[in-house]
């Protein structure tokens, strides 16, 4: 059984002002077309990054990766759909998902849009957990470096539930 921590570990005020941040790094470091989310968990995230860099030319499209389940350890194996419907052929791409943990969703979702013939692609997470990366791969936008905890709400779930709540929290077995 898990329960959330007594306070959230990221506040809703404290996500925005990173976002805002987040933005203006990569409207100044990298030219794109298109951004591509993994839901389901990235969706607010993408929601209020897209809002915020808020370009008129940028596409917005997104597939549904899963790797999980209803368990807190990644099963390794990354399971994508949506992909085959999208035309990103010489398109520069900026990657987003909500967070960075052994990078298996990452790198194959790299290796993915590169195979449709994407041209350039950059990587956006709202969370790095460093400790627990096996795959080769690092974001180039991070928002929030954190330890290895399980996080829950603003979009991240646990077993489909917590994703609507405002701020980040972490799951404490009990
Ligand atoms: P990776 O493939 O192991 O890097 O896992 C990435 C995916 O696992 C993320 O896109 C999340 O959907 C999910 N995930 C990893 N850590 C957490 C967490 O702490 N809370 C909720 N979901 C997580
Ligand atoms: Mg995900």
Known sequence: MYKMSAKPMITAEQIQERIRELASDIAESFEFDA???????AYMFTADLSRALAKPQIRIVFIKASSYGDSTESSGQ?????????DLKGKRVLLVDDILDTGNTMLALTHMLKDTGAVEVRTCVLMNKEERRTADIHADFVGFEIKNEFVVGYGLDY???????????????T
Do not use: C, F, M, N
């Not at 077993?159 to 077995?173: H, M, S």
């Open 35 to 41: 951004i591509l989310s993994a839901l389901t968990g």
């Open 159 to 173: 077993a489909e539930e917590y994703r609507t709540l405002p701020d980040i929290w972490t799951l404490e077995e």
């Open 78 to 86: 990354i399971k994508v759909s949506g992909l085959e419907k999208i």
